[in-house]
């Protein structure tokens, strides 16, 4: 309730079309999107937040489908790191989405759901998406552009292609290129997906199936890559569920089972699985040098923003050593960047939990 | 050919009952092996070798399935560390399994397969079945028993629960329980075979069907556990598959995502769905310490083995840390126990590739 009070708008903006990286355009093209926190005169107190694989327009209202808060919730809000008595906050669900913004379930011009004829999309892609609403908003230059994960990734994109667009960039647990072994995990997602019969070519919409089972492991395999051994060790071990002694059977016997197989199942109630195909398919195709003939620092040729970086030792999805290989081609190109590797005990997701340690150089780097 | 002609025989025994951890008893078990060299008149040069998961008796052999060389035909041989000149060596199939020793597919006293009939059956009770092999052989003890991953964990359980059967144990890449992490990864394995409707509930042994879509996806997961992050940008990095340029598609555009394809159908071909099933099962339920609340040193309690332990630093899936964990409860159990942590690129398959380092230590410890 408090949460939801601190939004000021939660709107969607038509675009009539949008050029794609593939050479497609999309026509009719919606980007849900909320803000908090007011405008000021000179524009100049605009954040834009990206979020990341499986995140939302939701940052710090209530969840509509879920009802749980916003998934930044403990970021973002009056007198929170990113403050919205200060700050303009705007976030605004990914073009391939299905929160709002176009994507795979959207209805084509031809009335019926794009499915597997939605066009394949880039991170790059997103962020003109987000670049067209900042355009529509009249924000010239961003104060702050920020974002974890994937959403990491879009901030370093904007600041590859729309350098003059924002003063800071915030990129934490993110890479600049995805790697083999992520592209393997997403490429696992894609085929647990696609092997389920009922996600039918993608063409399940209104046939009273959906791949649910198929995204139930997508999701599962995908959430043990979010967490450290280390905290599946210490909030489950081989503690059992709900028992005493093993069943000697296939039932979810140890408690990292039985949550495991409620992530999956739960994920199925809130996402679209020809989203998580088009969105793991964009991350895996993200890889800033490729344009710049291998050369990473040249992605940032020129660049008038300053950055800040953040890792997280427990994050085996992205390790501290592809953030720093990411800080030394943002100094070889002469941006001013700040690095840090945080200590925190969660992986991957510790960019989203209770890390004070985030909160005070999320606080901090937009305070500069 | 040159390995075929090493094998003595290629056999199987046939057991009247097996009783298992469970509680249940098997009847009519069959154990499929193969042993190499000669048996010394005092029997005392016998080394029983214990496969991995998805392993099987053929360790020097060409598979009759694949057509390929034996999984260890590197190790053992004439002249190789597990010199088949000095050492009578056996191997079987684990029960459980797919290649001749009973599992979910063989055919129940009714007549019928078993498929989900059959009992849940622990990593004890595989050896259970090799040791009752021994007793048909004449072996009292053995010279060594060895194995990689849950290889190993078989020969940690013939030395916890048949001290006197096994004078050396030599333990590579595994562990003394299986930590949470990979339980979670065995439950995804798990749950993407029984979310193909085309495993039928396990009963789909001459239907024309096989779960095959699921357990390529548990393949596939699996196999990125296998391999180090390194290996696998060595090996593939971002590199494209046959075309230069993206797809735009959700082909197999990257090598890796190629090669992954390639891994989960082709294993599909030489491997029981239900078996995966099973055999992971048992995995998961695998932890020495747990009949000693929780003291993995009195598991080994007055052992008078020796040990030999490896672990590969690159290997996230049994990382070094859960090896030396075990060395500290064999020297606590005040067992003889040696320890090496060997460095190569290869990760968990490390103990399957070409490592010299390993063959040395073999070959060292066999002969101490």
Redesign the interface.
């Known amino acids: 309730m408090a949460t939801a009070s601190i939004i000021t708008a939660n709107d969607v903006l038509t675009l009539p079309e949008l050029a794609l990286d ?2 497609q355009t999309l026509r009719d093209v919606k980007v849900a999107y909320e803000t908090y926190g007011t405008l000021a005169a000179d524009r100049g107190n605009a954040v834009l937040i990206c979020h990341a694989t499986t995140g939302d327009q939701h940052v710090a209202s209530t969840n509509p489908r879920t009802g749980r808060p916003g998934w930044w919730d403990r970021m973002v809000g009056p007198g929170k790191p990113i403050d919205t008595s200060r700050f303009f906050v705007i976030c605004a669900n990914v073009l391939g989405g299905c929160m709002g913004s176009t994507g795979p379930s959207s209805l084509a011009p031809d009335g019926q759901p794009y499915g ?1 004829r939605f ?2 999309i880039t991170i790059r892609d997103m962020v003109r998406a987000q670049v067209a609403l900042l355009d529509a908003l009249g924000i010239e230059r961003l104060h702050t552009i920020a974002g974890g994960s994937m959403g990491g990734m879009q901030a370093l994109s904007l600041a590859s292609s729309w350098p003059e667009r924002a003063a800071r960039v915030l990129v934490i647990a993110a890479t600049g ?5 992520n ?3 997403q ?2 997602g ?3 997906i ?4 009922d996600w039918q070519g993608g063409a399940y919409y209104g046939t009273g199936k959906a791949p649910d ?2 995204l ?2 997508a999701r ?2 995908a959430h ?1 890559t979010y ?1 450290s ?1 280390t905290s ?2 210490e ?4 503690r059992l569920q709900d028992r005493t002694a ?1 069943s ?3 039932d ?3 408690q ?2 039985s949550y ?2 409620h992530q ?1 199942l739960s994920f199925t109630e809130r996402f679209d699985a020809n989203s998580y ?1 088009y969105i793991t ?1 964009a991350m ?2 993200f ?1 800033l040098a490729e344009e710049h003939q291998g050369r990473l620092a040249d992605s940032f040729a020129g660049s008038p923003a300053r950055f800040c970086v953040v890792s997280f030792d427990s994050d ?1 999805l992205y390790p501290t050593a592809v953030s720093r290989r990411l800080v030394h081609a943002l100094s070889a190109a002469g941006a001013p960047v700040s690095f840090v590797e945080l200590s925190a005990p969660f992986g991957h997701d510790s960019f989203l939990l209770d890390v004070p340690a985030l909160d005070r150089v999320v606080a901090g780097f937009l305070g500069q």
């Open positions: 593939g050479g597997m066009p394949v290129a995805m790697g083999a072994q592209i393997a995990f490429e696992v894609r085929q647990a696609m092997a389920d019969p089972a198929g139930a492991v599962m395999a043990i967490l051994e599946l060790t909030k489950f071990g081989r093993k000697f059977g296939f979810a016997d140890f990292v089972e495991l197989r999956g195909l398919r895996s195709y890889d085996w």
